[in-house]
């Protein structure tokens, strides 16, 4: 059996990228994240990688873009101001089809909000984070091996489709300690890159990154290439759990630390006899839509359990086409709730409180 090392789920993302083959990394002290940087600052150097603390996040996001333009895998990490101060990065990156993988280990919002978790940035990872049309894929762990799972996953998506895979964490998730097992993780190696910007040595064409097109109807044709291969990443890699499903008449939907306080009010309201279940999706983007969409002919009420003022639970309706009855169960500004309030909303469905 595989020895398991105890670690934060900061620490594991950063060791995973590592193992993933991320040799550079760029970015910029904040709250609940830190532990990503400083565990990069200490490590890289002794592998041959770089790690650069920036003179900002916008310098550490385009840091980003230069070096995966090189074909390298990389990454940086941050906390919601942070992100948003990235997002011009992020839609240029996306405008370059430029694989990159980055991390928001959210914080409570808006403005400088406080340091506690939240997941009050799903709005902005989900649809895109900054100007244009385009999408990044999402990942949400709800344990410190998936922190580690996960980031492998994003750096191998990332270069699968050529676009920003991005680790959505609510701050618990960053700073708890759980046992992890590095050996598991499965790494295959990055794939060619002939677009890269690697030096011709007059053997082939020059290759240009850019995101610019001047002529309307060239940038119109990429934004629709771009998008038939968003249509292969949600076929494909959607990824969610399902607890309980199987004969549940109530659905709790909720990710990362909200799903892991949901699945003791769950275990609790199957006690008195409720027949609840939950969908945990694991990637916000794609959305598992279809599960939604199928539980609806069977569940009569779903809950969204969330971190925020209600921003999954629009997903929620729009995949069940509004055919259900919806409560949202939520606490804000770095408040987690309890299993006991799940549990509450569980009961007031059950007897038609949401009807």
Same mark, same amino acid.
């Given at each position: 059996?595989? /020895?398991? !090392?105890?670690?934060?789920?900061?620490?594991?993302?950063?060791?995973?990228?590592?193992?993933?083959?991320?040799?550079?990394?760029?970015?910029?002290?904040?709250?609940?994240?830190?532990?990503?940087?400083?565990?990069?600052?200490?490590?890289?150097?002794?592998?041959?990688?770089?790690?650069?603390?920036?003179?900002?996040?916008?310098?550490?996001?385009?840091?980003?873009?230069?070096?995966?333009?090189?074909?390298?895998?990389?990454?940086?990490?941050?906390?919601?101001?942070?992100?948003?101060?990235?997002?011009?990065?992020?839609?240029? $990156?996306?405008?370059?089809?430029?694989?990159?993988?980055?991390?928001?280990?959210? @914080?409570?919002?808006?403005?400088?909000?406080?340091?506690?978790?939240?997941?009050?940035? %799903?709005?902005?990872?989900?649809?895109?984070?900054?100007?244009?049309? %385009?999408?990044?894929?999402? %990942?949400?762990?709800?344990?410190?091996?998936?922190?580690?799972?996960?980031?492998?996953?994003?750096?191998?998506?990332?270069?699968?489709? @050529?676009?920003?895979?991005?680790?959505?964490?609510?701050?618990?998730?960053?700073?708890?300690?759980?046992?992890?097992? $590095?050996?598991?993780?499965?790494?295959?190696?990055?794939?060619?890159?002939?677009?890269?910007?690697?030096?011709?040595?007059?053997? @082939?064409?020059?290759?240009?990154?850019?995101?610019?097109?001047?002529?309307?109807?060239?940038?119109?044709?990429?934004?629709?290439?771009?998008? =038939?291969?968003?249509?292969?990443?949600?076929?494909?890699?959607?990824?969610?759990? =399902?607890?309980?499903?199987? /004969?549940?008449?109530?659905?709790?939907?909720?990710?990362?630390?909200?799903?892991?306080?949901?699945?003791?009010?769950?275990?609790?309201?199957?006690?008195?006899?409720?027949?609840?279940?939950?969908?945990?999706?694991?990637?916000?983007?794609?959305?598992?839509?279809? !599960?939604?969409?199928?539980?609806?002919?069977?569940?009569?009420?779903?809950?969204?359990?969330?971190?925020?003022?209600?921003?999954?639970?629009? /997903?929620?309706?729009?995949?069940? =086409?509004?055919?259900?009855?919806?409560?949202?169960?939520?606490?804000?500004?770095?408040?987690?709730? $309890?299993?006991?309030?799940?549990? =509450?909303?569980?009961?007031?469905?059950?007897?038609?409180?949401?009807?």
């Amino acid at each position: 059996m595989a /020895d398991k !090392v105890l670690m934060k789920g900061n620490e594991a993302i950063a060791e995973a990228a590592i193992i993933a083959g991320c040799r550079h990394y760029f970015g910029y002290p904040i709250t609940p994240q830190t532990e990503v940087a400083a565990y990069m600052a200490k490590k890289m150097p002794k592998i041959g990688g770089t790690f650069l603390q920036a003179e900002s996040e916008i310098a550490a996001i385009n840091m980003v873009y230069g070096v995966s333009s090189a074909g390298k895998r990389v990454m940086t990490s941050s906390s919601s101001p942070g992100i948003s101060l990235k997002s011009e990065g992020l839609s240029y $990156l996306a405008g370059a089809d430029l694989p990159a993988f980055v991390v928001n280990v959210q @914080r409570g919002g808006p403005g400088l909000g406080g340091i506690q978790p939240s997941q009050s940035d %799903y709005f902005q990872a989900t649809r895109g984070g900054g100007h244009g049309d %385009y999408h990044m894929i999402v %990942y949400a762990p709800a344990s410190v091996q998936e922190m580690a799972s996960l980031t492998v996953k994003a750096f191998e998506t990332a270069d699968k489709y @050529r676009m920003t895979s991005m680790i959505l964490a609510d701050g618990t998730m960053g700073q708890m300690m759980e046992p992890v097992d $590095l050996e598991s993780l499965k790494v295959n190696p990055a794939p060619e890159k002939p677009w890269a910007t690697t030096g011709t040595e007059m053997k @082939r064409e020059h290759n240009i990154i850019n995101s610019l097109y001047l002529k309307p109807e060239q940038l119109e044709k990429v934004n629709f290439e771009r998008y =038939e291969r968003y249509k292969t990443v949600e076929a494909n890699e959607v990824m969610f759990e =399902e607890y309980l499903m199987d /004969d549940a008449e109530i659905c709790v939907a909720a990710f990362g630390i909200a799903a892991r306080v949901s699945k003791n009010a769950i275990n609790a309201a199957r006690a008195k006899g409720i027949k609840v279940g939950m969908i945990r999706p694991i990637t916000l983007w794609p959305f598992p839509k279809d !599960v939604f969409k199928k539980y609806a002919q069977q569940a009569h009420t779903f809950i969204s359990v969330e971190l925020s003022m209600g921003q999954m639970i629009e /997903d929620v309706k729009l995949a069940t =086409e509004c055919k259900a009855e919806y409560l949202l169960c939520n606490r804000v500004g770095g408040m987690i709730p $309890l299993p006991e309030q799940v549990l =509450e909303d569980i009961e007031k469905a059950a007897k038609g409180g949401a009807r």
